[in-house]
């Protein structure tokens, strides 16, 4: 499926029919739709801000918990964290060389302090182990990191989206005649790196692996090298891939598959614009869904350089981790253009590259794990203490936030319908406080729900703070309102409910009592 075809699909992916489609979508004004979060990425769910501004969340680096292994001799780990419930620990899964692919595992009790794991009884293919924990090689091959499928048809529900060039390309090719290289390779290469194959790891367990060659994800044509990244798109419920436009291009594509097997071919996703630092190029972008959105986190090269370049492409130069955001996993949008995961002081972990490649979900906080090099991209990463992964944090819902800029500010949404009366917000107000008021179309408060009578959030901090007034909300449900808030010295980071923003016929049709249809950009 192509791009424009994947966006087609948006509006009736989930339905097995479409007679299922319309029961799903058309929403009864007594039914109760479904739970989601409003995060501040943009202002675009508000129709009035004063004495307010958006800001860009931060994550911490944790440096108690950073992570060193004197096998890795690359700073593209790339990590791979999760809760491996069946052996009751968490794993990390990690590479230790660009090239050939090595794959190592770390355990962990907690998530935050790791120890390699040895695994004696597994003996990757060609050749001895660089260490215990060692758990396969692909020769003369690179792989982007890791991918936890969440469907796993197959049974595998681990996968690396690698390449493999050199000989053991060229001797595929010299022996198939159906091979896009069969020709040049029968007639001699004198760059054996132009052969090129696209293969997926897989494995059951995350721990035995094999290389299924059947499982391409390239196209004729396009070459792309890794960092390749997959993630699952529970709207579409279809897999979806982050790469390159090809090798040694650093812009963002995107394709999808249904089987993690068989993919669409890139379209152009991400390249830097005139907002942008100059110079910048893409390296890569994982992204992670996270509740009702999909968060990437965009690498950022820095490649301003003086000299005259004496290679194909700029090389040299450090790497950090912005923010870009999506609603629907198809159309992203880019955050502040400020680092996200920042680099740190000169000579500490991670002052010349970052590169953050998994999120964890802690329930009151998100971990970030990210490969990491003393020395900046294209310069030597041997020496003592060069190569490590590291742990940031941030609250829950802290990619962006609102803040009061003086002493009180407001903000007043767009309208919208509650389906349900519960509300909760995710506030800090430590010396603040912070109030709401639901209002009407024309925005004058609704008697019982109005500032007075709110429940104040005052010198608190909450992730689930449940809004409360001397009125109930029940007599407000499936009718068009606003919801308001004031504050001062606080922030506000998401608000977590049952509601539907309203265009002007969805309110048309809530005042005469009839269905309306959510599927179509209900975000």
Not at 412 to 420: C, H, T, Y
């Amino acid at each position: 499926m192509n791009r424009r075809d994947f966006l087609q699909a948006v509006p009736t992916a989930a339905a097995t029919s479409a007679a299922a489609s319309v029961a799903i979508a058309k929403v009864d004004p007594g039914a109760v739709a479904g739970s989601k979060t409003w995060l501040f990425w943009d202002l675009w769910k508000l129709d009035n801000l004063q004495g307010v501004t958006l800001r860009q969340g931060v994550a911490r680096w944790r440096k108690e918990f950073t992570y060193q292994d004197p096998a890795v001799s690359s700073f593209s780990t790339w990590p791979l964290v999760y809760r491996d419930e069946s052996a009751g620990k968490w794993r990390m899964l990690y590479t230790a060389r660009w090239q050939p692919y090595t794959l190592l595992v770390a355990a962990s009790e907690d998530g935050l302090h790791w120890k390699p794991e040895p695994h004696p009884e597994i003996a990757p293919p060609g050749g001895s182990k660089v260490a215990p924990h060692h758990l396969f090689t692909l020769e003369s091959g690179s792989g982007g990191g890791p991918y936890l499928d969440p469907r796993a048809a197959d049974g595998n529900r681990f996968r690396v989206f690698a390449i493999q060039h050199g000989e053991p390309a060229v001797r595929r090719a010299q022996a198939d005649p159906k091979h896009l290289f069969h020709a040049a390779a029968r007639a001699g290469l004198k760059n054996k790196r132009i052969a090129v194959d696209h293969l997926t790891l897989v494995s059951r367990d995350g721990l035995h692996w094999k290389a299924d060659y059947e499982a391409g994800w390239g196209q004729p044509g396009w070459h792309p090298e890794p960092p390749v990244y997959a993630f699952y798109n529970h709207r579409l419920k279809m897999h979806a891939m982050t790469s390159r436009t090809g090798h040694g291009e650093r812009r963002v594509v995107i394709q999808t598959s249904r089987d993690a097997r068989n993919w669409s071919g890139p379209e152009l996703l991400l390249q830097p614009d005139p907002s942008d630092a100059p110079l910048v190029q893409f390296y890569g972008m994982p992204v992670v869904p996270y509740e009702n959105h999909f968060v990437g986190l965009l690498w950022h090269f820095h490649i301003g350089d003086s000299t005259a370049l004496n290679r194909y492409n700029h090389y040299i130069g450090p790497l950090d981790c912005h923010l870009a955001y999506s609603y629907d996993s198809v159309r992203f949008a880019r955050g502040l253009r400020q680092p996200f995961i920042a680099l740190n002081d000169p000579g500490e972990p991670g002052s010349g590259v970052i590169q953050t490649s998994c999120m964890v979900d802690a329930g009151e906080e998100l971990r970030f794990y990210s490969s990491a090099c003393t020395r900046m991209h294209g310069l030597s990463e041997k020496g003592a203490g060069a190569v490590h992964i590291l742990l940031h944090t941030v609250r829950r819902d802290g990619f962006f936030y609102l803040e009061s800029t003086g002493n009180w500010g407001s903000i007043i949404s767009k309208p919208l319908a509650l389906w349900d009366p519960t509300i909760t917000v995710n506030a800090a107000a430590p010396t603040g406080e912070i109030q709401f008021q639901v209002t009407d179309l024309e925005s004058n408060p609704i008697p019982g729900l109005t500032y007075d009578d709110c429940v104040a959030l005052r010198e608190g901090d909450q992730i689930r703070f449940p809004l409360r007034w001397k009125g109930s909300l029940e007599g407000v449900l499936r009718k068009p309102v606003r919801l308001a808030a004031r504050f001062r010295h606080a922030r506000l980071y998401a608000i977590r409910g049952n509601f539907h923003f309203l265009d002007a016929q969805d309110w048309l049709m809530l005042d005469e009592q009839l269905p309306i249809d959510t599927r179509w950009f209900d975000y």
